[in-house]
């Protein structure tokens, strides 16, 4: 227990679970302002989920939908954690989302390409975009946070402008890809049914999973992943030892815009959903993924379970009762949670320090 306490691990691990129950918490006593005789039960709905549902099928069917959900995420959350290692903060996630997303859903749809072409040019599309803030970075010292900001709203109506041309004629909203064309849905590989005959339920989950994985080698297991990592400690100290930190930022911003551009192809590949041509706010899927990368403790294996945990209680809104709460009460949860993630570090310190005073105290 005492090298629990003491290991990063255990100490992330603690501290999101002090976070998750304080936000639960919170969400309780604001249920209970609400309306005080429903309190229980909507934050126990919310809970439950895909629990909800007295039948064994019909919960093992919509667990996978929160699945199919949770896969774009992992990979926002991914592509956060990704460059944060590197000392940067990719806040132009939804951007890059949105480029994979646009990218996608226009190969798809408007030229007829399959699944895996646009998949791939979801990657690079992502990848292309984050390297604008990489070089802007590196190169003219504009902070990435600026550029990124800039670089979401851009991408967002360029997406509305280039999707129109493949949108419903009687709706904002894109073609579905059933409709359009079959071949560019993500394979199932049999995972449908498991999940209950789920049509959306596809290899963006494992998929996403094994990238999570390759993520956790790629910076603890090899050497361009230390490289990034120093760059991101000390960049100075870096450069002093010979590395490029130039190169190394575009690079990291190249392989986080990725992750985040086939998050979007994740998601709408799956055809769950379709894109609306009038929208007029950036996609929360980026900004999400910051709360699921520090409620997993940045790290990419601890991000697999937060994005799934912050997928559950959103997706557990639906359920409550609606003549007392709004669905977005779930939201306003994981709102909170998402505020809670900020003292994450301090909650680690906190039980650092207090191993250490245990363990001295031991002596």
């Not at 993924?289 to 997993?296: E, K, M, P, V, Y």
Request: glycine share 10%; net charge positive.
């Amino acid at each position: 227990m005492k090298k629990f306490l003491k290991s990063e691990g255990g100490q992330s691990f603690i501290a999101s679970i002090i976070c998750i129950v304080l936000g639960l918490l919170i969400g309780y006593v604001v249920l209970l302002f609400i309306a005080p005789s429903g309190a229980l039960k909507a934050i126990l709905t919310i809970i439950k989920n895909f629990f909800y549902y007295p039948s064994s099928v019909a919960r093992i069917k919509y667990f996978g939908s929160t699945l199919v959900k949770m896969a774009p995420l992992l990979m926002c959350s991914l592509s956060i954690l990704f460059a944060y290692k590197v000392g940067l903060f990719n806040i132009g996630c939804s951007g890059q989302y949105t480029a994979g997303t646009c990218a996608a859903l226009y190969l798809a749809l408007g030229m007829g390409a399959p699944w895996w072409v646009c998949l791939i040019a979801a990657l690079i599309c992502g990848a292309l975009l984050a390297a604008i803030s990489g070089f802007l970075k590196s190169y003219a010292n504009v902070h990435e946070v600026i550029s990124g900001i800039m670089l979401n709203w851009i991408m967002l109506y360029s997406a509305n402008m280039i999707l129109t041309k493949v949108k419903e004629s009687t709706s904002p909203y894109t073609f579905t890809l059933n409709s359009t064309n079959p071949k560019a849905l993500l394979p199932s590989l049999g995972l449908g049914k498991l999940f209950s005959n789920n049509n959306y339920m596809t290899i963006a989950v494992p998929l996403s999973i094994l990238l999570a994985v390759a993520i956790w080698v790629l910076l603890e297991k090899t050497t361009f992943g230390y490289e990034l990592r120093a760059t991101g400690n000390n960049k100075n100290a870096a450069k002093y030892a010979g590395m490029n930190e130039k190169r190394n930022i575009i690079v990291t911003m190249m392989i986080a815009g990725g992750l985040a551009g086939m998050g979007g192809a994740f998601l709408y590949l799956t055809g769950f959903e379709q894109w609306q041509c009038t929208q007029s706010s950036v996609p929360g899927m980026g900004f999400n993924g910051i709360a699921a990368s520090f409620l997993g403790g940045l790290s990419p294996i601890g991000s697999i379970f937060s994005s799934f945990f912050i997928q559950h209680i959103t997706a557990g809104g639906a359920y409550v009762d609606k003549s007392l709460y709004s669905a977005q009460i779930s939201d306003l949860i994981t709102s909170v949670i998402i505020y809670l993630c900020g003292f994450v570090g301090f909650l680690k310190l906190v039980l650092k320090k207090a191993a250490d005073k245990k363990e001295g105290g031991a002596k």
